[in-house]
């Protein structure tokens, strides 16, 4: 599947196009809305603007949608149940064929790139969260998923493992992803894009560095890649760096004053 949502639906519209015209009018409406809501965003969006990205009269998208809301509403729950699920999904169901760090850095890496493809989506995502009660549920449950599933796979890898607790962990460390995609992708943050450009590119070198957060968390007895090289082999030589110097045993060399 295209990393990109709305390239997909086009494929799909091209490759398996619905016999019925009223339902490719449908569907070419609801590519119109997914490039109006990617390029002006959530707020900005105009049902004219996208009767004319698809060519029909405006009156015609109200015979499909009901309302503004509605045909918002539409394309972002496709979007994420029936696009955003499965690029999810196929890398849990393959994890664990490779080494921890290897499957959990592809699964990263993956999702910021599927995110970079669809930035404009995503950022309306978050704010439609913050602003829709119905959304926010389902985003949440949607996250639920993702967390029980990754925690599910976990316990093979844990002996008298607590789901609970697992869950939490991998509920935080989401967060932690979730966060730094909106400050490299949603509402950049300048700062963060020039440190990362130092490094290397943006997208492996932030999947490393949360790959190497993720493995300390979840598989702390796990090796971490022996071949190496780059900005990975500076990434893991940080971590696995003795500490240049133990404060506790300076303070026990000090002489403790006499009374």
Same mark, same amino acid.
């Given at each position: 599947?295209?990393?990109?949502?709305?390239?997909?639906?086009?494929?799909?519209?091209?490759? !398996?196009?619905?016999?019925?015209?009223?339902?490719?009018?449908? =569907? %070419? *409406?609801?590519?119109?809305?997914?490039?109006?809501? /990617? $390029?002006?965003?959530?707020?900005?969006?105009?049902?004219?603007?996208?009767?004319?990205?698809?060519?029909?009269?405006?009156?015609?998208?109200?015979?499909?949608?009901?309302?503004?809301?509605?045909?918002?509403?539409?394309?972002?729950?496709?979007?994420?149940?029936?696009?955003?699920?499965?690029?999810?999904?196929?890398?849990?169901?393959?994890?664990?064929?490779?080494?921890?760090?290897?499957?959990?850095?592809?699964?990263?890496?993956?999702?910021?790139?599927?995110?970079?493809?669809?930035?404009?989506?995503?950022?309306?995502?978050?704010?439609?969260?913050?602003?829709?009660?119905?959304?926010?549920?389902?985003?949440? !449950?949607?996250?639920?998923?993702?967390?029980?599933?990754?925690? =599910? %796979? *976990?316990?093979?890898?844990?002996?008298?493992?607590? /789901? $609970?607790?697992?869950?939490?962990?991998?509920?935080?460390?989401?967060?932690?992803?979730?966060?730094?995609?909106?400050?490299?992708?949603?509402?950049?943050?300048?700062?963060?894009?020039?440190?990362?450009?130092?490094?290397?590119?943006?997208?492996?070198?932030?999947?490393?560095?949360?790959?190497?957060?993720?493995?300390?968390?979840?598989?702390?007895?796990?090796?971490?890649?022996?071949?190496?090289?780059?900005?990975?082999?500076?990434?893991?030589?940080?971590?696995?760096?003795?500490?240049?110097?133990?404060?506790?045993?300076?303070?026990?060399?000090?002489?403790?004053?006499?009374?």
């Amino acid at each position: 599947m295209d990393l990109n949502y709305i390239t997909h639906l086009e494929n799909e519209l091209r490759d !398996r196009p619905p016999q019925r015209k009223s339902l490719r009018t449908r =569907k %070419r *409406l609801m590519i119109a809305i997914a490039k109006v809501l /990617e $390029d002006q965003g959530y707020h900005s969006l105009r049902l004219s603007d996208a009767t004319q990205e698809a060519g029909v009269a405006e009156g015609t998208i109200y015979v499909y949608f009901n309302d503004r809301p509605q045909a918002i509403n539409e394309v972002m729950f496709d979007f994420l149940e029936n696009f955003v699920q499965v690029h999810v999904d196929a890398p849990v169901q393959k994890f664990g064929r490779e080494s921890p760090f290897e499957s959990l850095n592809a699964s990263i890496l993956h999702w910021i790139k599927l995110c970079r493809a669809n930035s404009g989506l995503i950022r309306c995502m978050f704010q439609m969260s913050d602003e829709n009660p119905d959304f926010l549920a389902h985003v949440q !449950r949607f996250n639920m998923g993702w967390v029980t599933s990754v925690s =599910k %796979r *976990l316990q093979k890898y844990r002996k008298h493992s607590d /789901e $609970d607790i697992a869950a939490l962990f991998v509920y935080s460390v989401g967060i932690m992803l979730d966060e730094l995609i909106r400050r490299l992708l949603v509402y950049p943050d300048e700062g963060l894009l020039s440190q990362l450009d130092r490094v290397g590119d943006r997208d492996e070198v932030m999947a490393n560095v949360v790959t190497s957060i993720w493995m300390k968390v979840l598989f702390p007895e796990a090796p971490l890649p022996s071949k190496r090289t780059g900005p990975l082999a500076a990434i893991i030589d940080w971590i696995q760096q003795p500490p240049n110097g133990d404060g506790s045993a300076k303070r026990a060399r000090r002489k403790l004053p006499t009374s």
